[in-house]
């Protein structure tokens, strides 16, 4: 049964700021920005609570870099933001990737390009989300399709840093930040928290970005006697710079490396009625939640329509996509922007499949309706 | 202070990474001396190798923290501060010590360097003052001296200066004082009060870039340019009747040196460490 102390009826970014507390999130630096301040005003009032340090910094970028330091301080970290902001972040970001620092950053969606449309949807930072930091870099995006999977998103973002050192990006639109659902809460202790692999082993010789086994090197805490260096330059086994291009060549290898070693732990994808299916739909957030009440409406029809949704966007589950679109002649993408996860889809579908795409770019979202529509004329 | 060092013992090779060397610093660049004077304040505090967190940026500046053993954190440009920032709520049992430069905290850092002053965080920040971005072949800083040749002033400098130290006393920094290299004693001694101050403290040294700048405008070898710089100093009116230091944002023709602002104010992390507490106990009690 449902009662109040269990289940919470809350909006999507409330739902984001309290997985960040189950999660054991003990920082949180943000800056004001249309339609993820709900996250940092929450943040604001849960972690004084909670052991916890909240802050509102100068501009985004500082957000950014004292999400990084406090990090390096070895606490669970987090800021939220949305399309501009996002872009001001990148440069840190990138550090956090680069000297794989454990951080989880949330992009709640809106219009544009530039200042665009602050209170409207939109997905647009598909690409932003995996490339907007320069260089080759490592990278995990989770898209949630509801305010429960936000909230449980939320916490597996912070699982996903701590255990394998690579930021995490919770990326959803403004539709889900601000919808109102049921999300139930976890009992306490009811939950599998990951926490960074701090270094235990002799201070003496200690390597910290030593190329072990799961290729995730051991997180020196500052004041443990480690006295290690970090730097956002290209850096040997023990931290310090190097250009050298043997070495160069080898830390770059090792992170991406690392991602291809934990597929197991990092992949996640729904595939709603895919077996069979001459169509499916490819979707995420809230273009997903359209596509399942399209697929429900269609299958009562007799249309054989299914529903692939990654969960983890990127690394892109291509190998699930492979699996869900083999019986399938047509693969429709809706989504809010000119056509950006479609890139992606049709790099990983049979050249025989059909790739089409149904977009929307003028700040509203697409309709249900708008997809079996689609999806009617494609099989006339 | 009971736990002091005293000052003759003081030997810099225990507080360096000495597989690191040679360091990469052209010979004759005042960063060394400062790093030196730096290091001896830490040996005369007594402060633990292993709770000092050295975080700098981008630059030359940015680059001697690699050269001392305790934790470094080499950061982005301009940076350094809002990492700092996060690192010393995050840890408020380390030390906190942020290298930067001219162009890395009064340029692209600009913003962040005014925060902190104003909300009086516990960390030290010494940035190197040599007037010119020395790492990337010599341009225009905010503190080139007017009529100064750079690669981006190839007809002399034409920008008004910034006073870095009046800039951070009118933030509102709790402690700012400033330097030259060649008084390496007074540095010590100056950076020692400001790590021993409870707040935001913030150090102005005076650098010099003998390879690119002096070269560029014909200064000579580091010996005359930093006694060049001595004799633009006069001592600080700190402490005396009229000894506000603030009267304009850019570079007066003679500076003073010393400490030039040393006020107590509530330091961020215990003032938000204190909120806590009395939100937590309102909470308590219903
Ligand atoms: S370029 Fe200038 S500031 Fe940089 S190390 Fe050389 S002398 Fe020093």
Redesign the pocket.
Known sequence: MQSKDTHKDIQGNHACALGAIAAGCKFFAGYPITPSSEIAERMSVELPKNEGTFIQMEDEIASMGAVVGASMGGIKSMTATSGPGFSLKQENLGYASGAEIPCVVVNVMRGGPSTGMPTRPAQGDIMQARWGTHGDHEIIVLTPDSVPEIFSETIRAFNLTEELRVPVIVLYDEVLGHLVETVEMPKEGSLDLKTRKFAQSPAEDFLPYKETDDMVPEFPRPGDGYRTHTTGLTHQENGFPTQDPKQVDRMIKRMSGKMDMHKDVYESWEALECDDADIVICAIGISARAARGALKSLRAQGQKVGLFRPITLWPFPEDALKAATKSAKTVLVPELNAGQMILEVERHCDASTNVVGLNRIDGEHIEPAEIEEKIKELVK | MDSSNSADSFNIRDYLRLEMFPHF??P??G?GIAMRALLWAVYELDIDKDKIAIVSGIG?SGRIGAYVDANTFHTTHGRPLAYATGLALARPDLHVIVITGDGDSLAIGGNHLIHACRRNLNMTCMMLN?EVY??TGGQASPTTSETRYTTTSQSGSIEPVFDACALASAAGASFVGREVTVHTPNLKDLLRDALDHNGFSFVEVLSD?????GRKNNLGESPEMILSQKSKMRPSSYGSANGNIVDEPFRPTTLPTGILTHKERAEYGDTYRAHVEKISGSVKNG
Do not use: K, R
């Open positions: 610093l052209c004759g660049c960063h030359c040599n020395g790492m870039c003998t390879e690119v700048f």
